[in-house]
T-cell receptor
């Protein structure tokens, strides 16, 4: 069945370092790849997304890369700050019928230490 | 208005109770979703409504009954729940496929 694997499950970095989270998906029909940040007790919030016709996308300190051939995509956060500490989820979805069918990875707990 | 709202924020119910969760969005989105999230786990898709029609039911037990009265509202009716159904229930909406899915703040449900 459809599956998204996410690594690492926990990541601890010093403030100012870079953080990289990697995901692999199984459904070759997946075309939409969002990344969500969820702080403790709060809702998931989209931080960046990428579609299959694009290999890389950047938004200030955050970038996502996609390799469709290898079926993997990665999140890169540069110059990390303590407020980046949260759980990050990757997800994959095919384009279908007017809605998303997001399959989430298990999540990465990022801790940024001052 | 770029927000999804959910009520109530917290709900405690017994196994014989009937209750409903409510979700509302005024962004003109035509797809609405219910997710269940257990602690330290990712959101797990339960139901998808597209243009007010049920498009996906991820083999959810019948004690959970979704309803989409109109394009802005989504309900989840609960009946005879089990303690293992205790979780955060998240509602979400999106415009069309391949676009941002906005999540509501969730309802934290406890079943005694």
């Amino acid at each position: 069945g459809e599956n998204v694997e996410q690594h690492p499950s926990t990541l601890s970095v010093q403030e100012g370092d870079s953080a990289v989270i990697k995901c692999t998906y199984s459904d070759s029909a997946s075309n939409y790849f969002p990344w969500y940040k969820q702080e403790l007790g709060k809702r998931p919030q989209l931080i960046i997304d990428i579609r299959s016709n694009v290999g890389e996308k950047k938004d200030q300190r955050i970038a996502v890369t996609l390799n469709k051939t290898a079926k993997h995509f990665s999140l890169h956060i540069t110059e990390t700050q303590p407020e980046d500490s949260a759980v990050y989820f990757c997800a994959a979805s095919p384009f279908s019928g007017g809605y998303n069918k997001l399959i989430f990875g298990a999540g990465t707990r990022l801790a940024v230490h001052p | 208005d770029t927000e999804v709202t959910q009520t109530p924020k917290h709900l405690v119910m017994g196994m014989t109770n009937k209750k409903s969760l409510k979700c509302e969005q005024h962004m003109g989105h035509r797809a609405m979703y219910w997710y269940k999230q257990k602690a330290k786990k990712p959101p797990e898709l339960m139901f998808v409504y597209s243009y007010e029609k049920l498009s996906i039911n991820e083999s959810v037990p019948s004690r959970f009954s979704p309803e989409c009265p109109n394009s802005s509202l989504l309900n989840l009716h609960l009946h005879a729940l089990q303690p293992e159904d205790s979780a955060l229930y998240l509602c979400a909406s999106s415009q069309v496929t391949g676009t941002e899915q906005f999540f509501g703040p969730g309802t934290r449900l406890t079943v005694l």
